[in-house]
Nanobody, 126 residues
């Protein structure tokens, strides 16, 4: 059974940085894509970034390009989201998610992802 566990959320000042981690277990992830999504209060869940586990092909939501970087460490079965220059619009619960697929690039719709972590809160103070 696939399990995803996020960590690394917290409180940071605007302009600061955080790194989120998602440790995956329960399966070989060579044919998976893993993504990060976020949900702000009163808003729908939205795509942030995604990466193909095998080839490392990535996609980003437009507003985070140049500020956020998704990466993976195969040996640790962990996907990271490095968030720099955090802005007042970035606070949300951030979720790690995964689906089985070899799309190039990976899909960005949250409905396509079958496995989800519990989420981690990111708060940005001005």
């Amino acid at each position: 059974q696939v399990q995803l566990a996020e960590s690394g959320g917290g409180l940071v000042q605007a302009g600061g940085s955080l790194r989120l981690s998602c440790t995956a277990s329960g399966h070989s992830f060579s044919n998976y894509a893993l993504g990060w999504f976020r949900q702000r209060p009163g808003k729908e869940r939205e795509f942030v970034a995604t990466i193909r586990w095998d080839h490392g092909i990535k996609q980003y939501e437009e507003s985070v390009k140049g500020r956020f970087t998704i990466s993976r460490d195969n040996a640790k079965n962990t996907v990271y989201l490095q968030m720099n220059n955090l802005k007042p619009e970035d606070p949300a619960v951030y979720y790690c998610a995964a689906y089985v697929g070899l799309d190039r690039p990976p899909k960005v719709a949250w409905e396509e992802y079958d496995y989800w972590g519990q989420g981690t809160q990111v708060t940005v103070s001005s």
